[in-house]
C-alpha cells in the first residue's frame, strides 16, 4: 500500500495564500535585495527566488522564449515594476553564476514570540 503523500509547510493558511504570501516576499526581496522575516519563511522562499533569479537569466537571450518567460515572472509576482527590475537589472549580475544567488543569515530570536529570525539577500 503506497505512503499517505504529505502536504507541505502552509504558514497559517490555503495553498493560494502561500503562493501568494510567497510571491510578495519575492517581490519585496528583489526589491530591497534583502529582507528580514522567520527562518521558516526564508528557507521557503530560498527556492522560489533562485528559480525565478534562473528564468529572469534565460529571458536575457533573445530567443521565440524570451516573452513567454518574462509573463511567466510577471504571472507569478504579479508586479510589472519588479518583473522588470529583476529582468533588467538582478538578473544581468548572475550571468557567470550557476545557481546560489542567496543567501540566509541567521540573526536570533523575535522579541515576543521567540520566533528563529533570519535575513534573506541577494548575493
Not at 7 to 24: C, E, I, P, V
Not at 50 to 77: C, D, F, N, W
Amino acid at each position: 500500500m503506497p505512503a499517505t503523500p504529505r502536504r507541505s509547510k502552509r504558514f497559517g493558511g490555503s495553498a493560494a495564500h502561500q503562493r501568494l504570501l510567497l510571491a510578495n516576499l519575492a517581490a519585496s526581496l528583489f526589491a530591497a535585495e534583502g529582507i528580514v522575516t522567520t527562518e521558516a519563511k526564508a528557507k521557503a522562499l530560498r527556492p522560489i527566488a533562485e528559480k525565478l533569479i534562473t528564468k529572469a537569466k534565460k529571458a536575457q537571450e533573445e530567443s521565440p522564449m524570451r516573452v513567454h518567460r518574462i509573463r511567466q515572472i510577471q504571472g507569478y509576482l504579479g508586479d510589472k515594476e519588479m518583473t522588470n527590475k529583476l529582468v533588467n537589472e538582478v538578473a544581468p549580475r548572475y550571468t557567470q553564476r550557476n545557481g546560489g544567488y542567496t543567501r540566509i543569515l541567521k540573526l536570533g530570536e523575535r522579541h515576543g514570540d521567540n520566533a528563529p529570525m533570519a535575513r534573506i539577500e541577494l548575493v
